[in-house]
Nanobody
Framework: QVQLVESGGGLVQPGGSLRLSCAASGFTLDYYAVGWFRQAPGKEREGVACHSSADESTYYGDSVKDRFTISRDKTNHTVALEMNNLKPEDTAVYYC?????????????WGRGTRVTVSS
């Protein structure tokens, strides 16, 4: 059974940084595009960034462009999200998922996510 595991969240002050990690048990992320998503309180889940396994291309949402970096570690079969210059509006639970070619999440069952709180 596939299980997505997100880690690395925490409480950080505005302007700070965090590095999130996405791993999967029972599945290899290496051969799929992987996306990071987030869900803020009272809001729908939104896509944040994605990384293509085919050509290493990346995509970022407008609100995180130039602050977040998505990268893949094929040695450890993980996908990281480096978040810099964090803002209070980045506060959310962050999730990862493999992606279909359409960009839709591959797995209907999401991991528990990792909570990021940006506050002074």
């Amino acid at each position: 059974q596939v299980q997505l595991v997100e880690s690395g969240g925490g409480l950080v002050q505005p302007g700070g940084s965090l590095r999130l990690s996405c791993a999967a048990s029972g599945f290899t992320l290496d051969y799929y595009a992987v996306g990071w998503f987030r869900q803020a309180p009272g809001k729908e889940r939104e896509g944040v960034a994605c990384h293509s396994s085919a050509d290493e291309s990346t995509y970022y949402g407008d609100s995180v462009k130039d602050r977040f970096t998505i990268s893949r570690d094929k040695t450890n079969h993980t996908v990281a999200l480096e978040m810099n210059n964090l803002k209070p509006e980045d506060t959310a639970v962050y999730y990862c998922n493999a992606l279909l070619s359409s960009g839709s999440p591959l797995f209907g069952s999401w991991g528990r996510g990792t909570r990021v709180t940006v506050s002074s």
